[in-house]
T-cell receptor, first 112, second 116 residues
Framework: GNSVTQMEGPVTLSEEAFLTINCTYTATGYPSLFWYVQYPGEGLQLLLKATKADDKGSNKGFEATYRKETTSFHLEKGSVQVSDSAVYFCALTSSGNTPLVFGKGTRLSVIA | GAVVSQHPSWVICKSGTSVKIECRSLDFQATTMFWYRQFPKQSLMLMATSNEGSKATYEQGVEKDKFLINHASLTLSTLTVTSAHPEDSSFYIC????????????FGSGTRLTVV
């Protein structure tokens, strides 16, 4: 079945540091890939997505590229801010109306 | 954009009572809604898939008699935790696909249930 593996946290960075959160997946066919962010006590918000190989999703300075050859979708940001502190989830779906499969989440803490 | 409104955002109830959580799609019709449960510092676990006008499909290990799901209209799905016990305390989140061609899933803001 489909699965997502992402690096375990917590990750603690200083403000303006470079961020990478690794995500790899196992899936049949050509899944769509997502990154979601969860702030404390809140639901999930879509951060970015990519629906086919070599697509790059980007939003709020975050980027991730769909790499089919390495089955990866690593999240990157060049300069993190304190306000980026949250839990980040990598997810995938194989078809339009099936539920998302999530990784375990990576907690990011950015300190000033 | 597509919005899913989830209520209540938090609830405290006594053991043995039942709690109903509602999720409404505000500006789109959600033929399918997904219910997740999240334990502290853990990922989201899919509980069930709710289809408008038919019975929900539950994931293995989820008690359908305990977690009653009703999807009576295209804009409303409810999850009722029956005879709640402290081990049911958790964060429950619903999600719906807004019918976008690029698989746009929208999440409710979640409900934190505490059973005392």
């Amino acid at each position: 079945g489909n699965s997502v593996t992402q690096m375990e946290g917590p990750v603690t960075l200083s403000e303006e540091a470079f961020l990478t959160i690794n995500c790899t997946y196992t899936a049949t066919g050509y899944p769509s890939l997502f990154w979601y962010v969860q702030y404390p006590g809140e639901g999930l918000q879509l951060l970015l997505k990519a629906t086919k190989a070599d697509d790059k999703g980007s939003n709020k300075g975050f980027e991730a590229t769909y790499r089919k050859e390495t089955t990866s979708f690593h999240l990157e940001k060049g300069s993190v801010q304190v306000s980026d502190s949250a839990v980040y989830f990598c997810a995938l779906t194989s078809s339009g109306n099936t539920p998302l499969v999530f990784g375990k989440g990576t907690r990011l803490s950015v300190i000033a | 954009g597509a919005v899913v409104s989830q209520h209540p955002s938090w609830v405290i109830c006594k053991s043995g009572t039942s709690v109903k959580i509602e999720c409404r799609s505000l500006d789109f019709q959600a033929t399918t809604m997904f219910w997740y449960r999240q334990f502290p510092k853990q990922s989201l676990m899919l509980m069930a898939t709710s289809n408008e006008g038919s019975k929900a499909t539950y994931e293995q290990g989820v008690e359908k008699d305990k977690f009653l799901i009703n999807h009576a209209s295209l804009t409303l799905s409810t999850l009722t935790v029956t005879s709640a016990h402290p081990e049911d305390s958790s964060f429950y989140i619903c999600s719906a696909r807004a019918g976008l061609g690029d698989y746009g899933y929208t999440f409710g803001s979640g409900t934190r249930l505490t059973v005392v």
